[in-house]
């Protein structure tokens, strides 16, 4: 039994936290989050960190029971189900968000309103859904009649492998939803997926715009950098001669903008209908790295 | 110990040699067979004749050329190798241990590629070194199997007994599975999906570089192998009849253990771990052969290797088109129950 409005609750995913922040409750409910202060770029996480409000409880695979329990929370929204019996024992109630299988647009859009009862805000939940839907009815709009449908490819590139978003993902369907083409729409699964490396080169062939999962800290600095990663694959087109996009460090944690967003993928997809847009969740890859460039120029 | 049933050691009358050379034609055309159809269906499909087409006349620079001769033939070929190298690999292991369910990972070498691995993949060790950025996972399995292999080796220099290696092995494997779970609880979520993956195993993405070390230097070793075919069979018998026959036993184990380290350290630094081959696969040509004539079993279980490897590929690749599968799920989900299904039956002793 939960009692309600929850007033501590503690959080092992940033899209619990930034949806909490959706709904306004972030700094007075949150307690206890499972990612360290630094890794952090919500200022009210980070600041409530700072003064001790919210504790960090260790890895989400290794949760200190003493500090969870020293926080003394109402609710633990978790997506592990192994940490159950734990908090059963110590009489914490939780609820298994499993928000990183929320693979479709509608369950990422309807989430907030999933949290919002157990803190009686489903007037700030409403206020949500709505601002998300009319940004998609927006989209939808201004993309009818834009031009040609651009090809898109969105995953990852290891040195022997690769890994996609497949077509029944929030961003697959966002790409249709936006008057372009998603090239692995055929593609099914529960999460990011690896397809066979023949078929990314094969529809890398004719995609015009490319997003890697990977941030620069893990590599993405540039297309010859992404090129690097794989030579195999150095030759589809994004890279050659299109656009590679990469999220910014802040992408992750920032479901509580989920409808500037798809805004943002919608305006990379369509720049000639976004004219004046600024990219705030996302970075166009240069050719080279920096240093790279600097060596030519010498 | 025990010999195969039907066949004692050094006796293949002509008789005897109907069936293995019956097997060797039967299996050696299914793997044939398995390397025509892995080069020639993927998940994108192109006609027989563009693909003979591609194969006589290859115009670079276009997309189809590249994934038939950069993609689909190396990787064929990598299965085949990959299959038999890790077989004979777990045969030399067996004969070594005498002990019918050791494969060639027993002794931690899978485990310290991938404690190497998780280093370069999960921690910022390797940021900037983009000059080798590539090879950068390769390598470090490379380091790490053949590290492992190397302190083995120099305690198979003090030990005598295999059943202290084993256990010497053994242990490597849980401090090294030790480390790596200690990386794996402090990185950062986006980097530990790459690293499951590598740790899946796949023959996905090999280069021809890499083909050419495999052929030349894994070649090699089958041969040396090969040529330790009689010295196995007398090892087979008992170290003293072996010492008896003239093998000198301290250099031989260590030959051994060598040959079976390095064919199997190979692999795994470049294809990840794949589970079950090594395990399964001589029992599996123990079986088909009749035999434990090392003459015969040593290219027998190549050939039985590059079938189940190409086989298993095949599965990987084609299950879900053009979702792929994990490579060890599939030899398990294979090797697993002919294990079983073998040792229940008790139809094959060393």
Known sequence: MV???????????????????????????????????????????????????????????AIDIERLRRQEPELV?????????????????????????????????????????????????DAFFERVNNALIKIREKTRNAGPMPKVMWGDIY?????????NAWVGELIGLAESDYLFEDVFGTSCIEISIERFLYSGEDADIFFTY????????????????????????????????????????????????????????????????????????????????????? | ?????????????????????????????????????????????????????????PESGTTMSAIIWKIRIPRAIAAVLGGAFLAVSGLLLQVYFRNPIVGPFILGISSGATVMVSFVMLTTLTVGMTVISPFMTTLAAFI??????????????????????????????????????????????????????WELGSFSGFKWS?????LVCGGLILLLVYLLSKPLNAFLLGETYAASMGVNIRRFRILILLCACALAGMITSMAGPVAFVGLAVPHMARLVFQTSDNRILIPGVCLM??????????????????????????????????????????????
Not at chain 1, 215 to 243: F, Q, Y
């Open chain 1, 77 to 125: 929204l978790t997506w592990d189900h192994a940490i159950i019996p734990m908090l059963d024992e110590l009489g914490i109630p939780c609820a298994v968000t499993s928000t990183p299988t929320a693979m479709c647009l509608n369950a990422r859009m309807r989430f907030v309103k999933f949290l919002a009862p157990f803190f009686n805000k489903q007037a700030a939940a």
């Open chain 1, 159 to 167: 040195e022997k492998r690769v890994l996609v978003e497949p077509g």
């Open chain 2, 144 to 197: 790490g199997a053949y590290g492992v292999m190397l302190i083995i080796v120099a305690v198979a220099y003090r030990v005598k007994s295999g059943i202290t290696l084993l256990i010497i092995g053994l242990m490597m494997g849980y401090l090294c599975h030790a480390v790596t779970s200690i990386l794996t609880a402090l990185a950062e979520k986006e980097k530990i999906k790459g690293f499951v993956l």
């Open chain 2, 305 to 350: 290797g590059a079938l189940v490897a190409s086989l298993c590929d095949f599965i990987a690749r084609m299950l879900l088109s053009p979702v792929e599968l994990p490579l060890s799920a599939i030899t398990a989900f294979f090797g697993a129950p002919i294990v079983i299904g073998l040792l229940m039956k008790r139809r094959v002793e060393l």
């Open chain 2, 210 to 214: 890499e083909i050419s070390i495999l």
């Open chain 1, 214 to 298: 990977r941030t620069a800290e893990s590599g993405a600095t540039s297309k010859a950098a992404v090129a690097r990663m794989n030579p195999l694959l150095a030759d589809i087109k994004p890279i050659t001669d299109g656009r590679v996009y990469a999220p910014l460090p802040h992408y992750s944690q920032s479901g509580h903008r989920l409808d500037e967003i798809l805004t943002e993928i919608a305006a990379i997809l369509h720049p000639e209908v976004y004219p004046e847009h600024e990219l705030k969740f996302f970075r166009q890859l240069p050719e080279t790295d920096p240093e790279a460039r600097q060596g030519e120029s010498r």
């Open chain 1, 3 to 61: 009692r309600t409005p929850v007033k501590r609750v503690a959080a092992y995913g940033y899209f619990d936290v930034s949806t909490l922040l959706a709904l306004g409750v972030l700094e007075e409910a949150l307690v206890g989050v499972t990612t360290p202060r630094e890794d952090w770029h919500i200022d009210a996480v980070k600041e409530g960190m700072a003064s001790g409000k919210i504790a960090f409880l260790g890895d989400s695979t």
């Open chain 2, 1 to 57: 110990m025990t010999v195969a049933r039907s066949n004692t050691l050094g006796a293949c009358t002509p008789t005897g040699w109907r069936r293995p050379a019956a097997a060797f034609i039967f299996f050696g055309a299914l793997t044939a067979a398995l390397v025509v159809l892995n080069i020639g269906i993927g998940s994108i499909a192109f006609s027989p004749a563009d693909i003979l087409q591609t194969l006589i006349a």
